[in-house]
């Protein structure tokens, strides 16, 4: 609970920087003092607050909020992404600009000492013809607003489409993956693949029986559903888990945990999940033994697990330990970040979620600076690593660039 009021905080601290510089480009840039700018100082303070009470109402059960909210998040996103690329144009229009406006006025002449006659004095300069009014102000006003425009729409649409996209339903991903212990008897041994259901205010019980029919229908040896499966807790969302004890596969369903498990009782659902018929590998290894081979599969907490017991960390040792070098090894693990640690106890393959390929682009770069792999196959020291986009979504009902997916791991023998 600390842990989550203390990223509520945190966005709320985010968000509100964010939104001062919203503010700033598409209210005060675009408005001259007076009644609207008003309006839109306080639109802009009502929207900044949404996006943490949203983050905190939804885990107090105020689900009303999860759709305002989070599709606010969404159009807030692209709007920053789309404002800060137009920062560098915006720029370089107001210096032309700038420069025009100077070009066009007068430059002004040392006077003439003035003649003492019967015509009097001279006369002053006459103004009006040479004489240009400024009228940057009012184009810089012009370009601010075409920005806004702009930017709101843009953002919008990709918004938009980004809902179609993630709640539709997730692409299947196939992939084959050579592993050089693999018995030749045990070539061709596929395993069924899918990480971040996240069901939760947005998803519920149609979303898991989408999921268990479309991976039902891939026939598959093994399926592993590597974490991040819920947001909330069984009492809340045991009902929408419950089509997972519908899952077939010849050889054994999996799970491990999720970051997302330890923020929704961790405890409760390992136990739920055993009760519908996968087992969970917490720091555990067995042998799976099919087509006259033998294969080791292996599962880890979270790595970013705190507590004891159902709730103890990633213990790799406990996991990895001791086996047979000569047989593969495939791990389960939620964050590709635990093949640094994988690598080292030679796993073969390391399956993950996680990372939501992304989910919403450019927010894939970010990810980049803190997973090794972001979505599909990489590899880490030796190990191979196998990402999953995840079939749900965290936060806004969004995906751009990272359709949702389930996968179908075969794996190839030398």
């Known amino acids: 609970m600390l842990a989550v009021l203390a990223f509520v905080a945190t966005m709320g601290l985010v968000t509100g920087l964010i939104h001062l510089y919203l503010w700033k480009r598409l209210v005060r840039d675009t408005t001259t003092p007076g009644r609207w700018r008003r309006i839109g100082?306080?639109?802009?303070?009502?929207?900044?607050?949404?996006?943490?009470?949203?983050?905190?109402?939804?885990?107090?059960?105020?689900?009303?909020?999860?759709?305002?909210?989070?599709?606010?998040?969404?159009?807030?996103?692209?709007?920053?992404?789309?404002?800060?690329?137009?920062e560098v144009?915006?720029?370089?229009?107001?210096?032309?600009?700038?420069?025009?406006?100077?070009?066009?006025?007068?430059?002004?002449?040392?006077?003439?000492?003035?003649?003492?006659?019967?015509?009097?004095?001279?006369?002053p300069p006459a103004t009006g013809a040479l004489a240009q009014p400024d009228h940057d102000p009012a184009r810089r006003l012009l370009l601010a607003r075409g920005a806004a425009i702009f930017a709101g729409l843009t953002a919008t649409g990709v918004t938009g489409y980004g809902i179609r996209t993630a709640l539709g339903p997730p692409q299947l991903d196939r992939v084959r993956i050579p592993l050089a212990k693999l018995p030749r008897s045990m070539d061709g041994l596929r395993i069924a693949t899918v990480s971040d259901i996240h069901l939760g205010p947005l998803r519920g019980r149609a979303h898991t029986e989408r999921i268990v029919a479309a991976i039902n229908r891939l026939d598959a040896d093994i399926v592993t559903v590597v974490g991040d499966l819920v947001d909330g807790s069984v009492a809340e969302?045991?009902?929408?888990?419950?089509?997972?004890?519908?899952?077939?596969?010849?050889?054994?369903?999996f799970f491990v945990t999720g970051n997302h498990e330890y923020y929704s009782g961790v405890e409760e659902w390992v136990q739920e999940v055993d009760?519908?018929?996968?087992?969970?590998?917490?720091?555990?290894?067995?042998?799976?033994?099919?087509?006259?081979?033998?294969?080791?599969?292996?599962?880890?907490?979270?790595?970013?697990?705190?507590?004891?017991?159902?709730?103890?960390?990633?213990?790799?040792?406990?996991?990895?330990?001791?086996?047979?070098?000569?047989?593969?090894?495939v791990l389960l693990a939620h964050q590709p970040i635990a093949a640094l640690q994988a690598a080292k106890f030679g796993v073969d393959l390391q399956?993950?979620?996680?990372?939501?390929?992304g989910q919403m682009v450019p927010f894939n770069y970010l990810v980049k600076l803190q997973q090794p792999v972001v979505s599909g196959l990489g590899e880490v020291d030796g190990t191979k690593v196998y990402v999953t986009n995840g079939a749900g979504f965290w936060g806004p009902p969004v995906r751009v660039g990272a359709n949702p997916q389930i996968s179908l791991v075969e794996l190839r023998a030398p």
Not at 237 to 253: C, K, T, V
Not at 351 to 357: C, E, F, N
């Open 237 to 253: 969302l045991g009902e929408a888990a419950a089509p997972l004890r519908n899952l077939r596969s010849r050889y054994g369903s």
């Open 351 to 357: 399956l993950s979620g996680h990372t939501h390929g």
């Open 275 to 329: 009760r519908l018929g996968l087992r969970v590998l917490q720091n555990q290894r067995l042998e799976i033994q099919a087509r006259g081979g033998v294969l080791d599969l292996a599962g880890i907490n979270d790595v970013t697990a705190i507590g004891t017991g159902l709730a103890a960390p990633a213990d790799f040792a406990a996991a990895l330990g001791g086996r047979d070098p000569s047989r593969p090894v």
């Open 89 to 123: 144009p915006m720029l370089v229009a107001k210096l032309v600009l700038r420069r025009r406006v100077a070009a066009a006025e007068p430059t002004t002449a040392a006077p003439e000492p003035a003649l003492v006659g019967a015509a009097g004095p001279a006369d």
């Open 41 to 86: 100082g306080v639109t802009a303070l009502v929207l900044a607050l949404l996006v943490p009470a949203t983050m905190a109402g939804t885990q107090a059960g105020l689900y009303w909020l999860a759709w305002p909210g989070y599709l606010w998040l969404a159009v807030m996103f692209y709007l920053l992404v789309l404002l800060v690329a137009l």
